[in-house]
């Protein structure tokens, strides 16, 4: 995923300097899209996380098996009411059903598509639980979404071990799930914008 998406971009752009940007998994893609680029010699002045940690934080989530569990996240991530009866494990049916109940682009997905929305879900977890992140060189920009019921105070720090220079932290109140929504996005942006103009 690392080696398609940093051939893609150099492909667009054969040389830096680079700046990157993820949210959640995409955030440890682009984190080791700036690795690879820095290792081949490129810059890399901006590398910014949205709510994308490493380490332990990931046992939180649902393992990669337990699919009543993941269709809850998705749920969750999707912005969809999640039942409150954990007794009661959704289906593949109830979370279409769910999922359908707004009229959105996810709402308009065919039951293969949702499906598939539930695999890839499934296999990015066991890619999560997989990184192993080495070192970055500079400071990185972070976005926490402070309102997500996982959040920990300061979990941002989790990068620290790995990013040679300083972390830049910025609270967004948001759940996980809301953070590329417009109204969290518009608090993100300005943040970009300044430090673009460094």
Known sequence: MVAEHTARIREIQPRGPYHLLGYSMGGLVAYDVAVGLQAAGEQVPLLALLDSFPGAW??????PSDRPALLRSLLSILGREVPEDET???TDSSFAELVRR???MPGSLADAEL???VDVTANNRRLLGEFAPTSYRGDLLFFTAEADPDAVPGRYGSWQPYVEGRIHNHDIPCTHGEMTRPTSLSRVGPVLDSHLRK
Not at 58 to 63: I, S, V
């Open 58 to 63: 990931l046992r939180q989530g649902p393992a």
């Open 88 to 90: 009661d494990p959704l």
């Open 102 to 104: 707004v009229p959105d």
């Open 115 to 117: 499906a598939a929305l």
